[in-house]
C-alpha cells in the first residue's frame, strides 16, 4: 500500500473498495512509528479491520478500547493510521522513560499516565487539549490489561467519558481479538509470532451519551456513561468472538476486595 499526504487513495473495508481521503500529516517522529510498525504487523501478522467506515475522519473524537495484551497497542495503532488518522494513545508513565522507546513515543504525541501521583490529572488535561484541537485520542478505560477469565472487558474508569462530555466529541467504541495470542502478557512472557496470528478489530458506531449531556458532571453521572461506554466496547467484542458477553462485567476493586478478605 503506498502512502502520501495530498493524494487520494484506494482501501479494502469490509472486502469493498472505497476511495478514502488523504492521509494527516504525521511529522518525523510519528513516521518513524509508522516505517517500523506497519512493516512489522504486515509481515508477522494477518488483519481483519472491520467498521472502519464508523471513524470520523476528521475533528476530535475519543476512541475507547479492550485491553488483553501488552501487544495490542500496536494492532490499535495500526488500526486507527488505516483509519487515516493518528492515534494518540494515553499509556503508562513508565513506558515514557525507557532509553529510547520512551522519546520515541513522547515525541509521537503520545500522552503519558501518572497514576496516584499530583501529576495524573496532567494526562486528563492533555486529552481534552488534544481533542480540542480536532485529534484522535485512544482511552484503554480499564486501565491495565483485563484480569476477566475469558479476557470480556472489566468496568471501566471515568476518564474517557468526563473527556467527551466535556468536549461533546463522539466516543467510538473498538474491540480488539487475537493480540493475547501472540504475547499473553500474564503467566507468560513468550511472544508468539508464528504461525502468523490474525488480529481482529472491530469499531462500532458512537456511543449515545445524550442522557448525560446538558447535566452537571458528577461521579455518579460519570460511572453510568462509563458503564455504556464499556458494555458497548464488550458488545463489539461479542460481535468479534460470536459469543454472547456477560451481563456483568468483571470488576477488579471488588475481585481485590474479596481475595484480599479471603487471605487474612
Partial sequence: MTEGNHSHQEAVVNGQRTT???????GFWFGLVVAIVKPF???WTKQDFRGRENV???GGMVFVTNHISHFDPFVLGLYIWECRRIPRLLGKASLFKLPIAGRIITSAGQIPVYRD?????DAFRAAVAAVEKGECVGVYPEGTITRDPDHWPMTGKTGAARIALMTGCPVIPIANWGAQEVFASYGSLRVRLLPRKTMRVIAGEPVDLSAFQGKPITNELLHEATEVIMQRVAGELGVLRGETPPK????????KFREDGESR
Wanted: charged share 40%.
Fill in 41 to 43: 504487523m504486515l509481515t
Fill in 117 to 121: 501521583s499530583a501529576e495524573a490529572a
Fill in 56 to 58: 470520523p475522519r476528521t
Fill in 20 to 26: 478514502e481521503g488523504p492521509r494527516p500529516r504525521r
Fill in 248 to 255: 456483568e462485567l468483571y470488576d477488579l476493586r471488588k475481585h
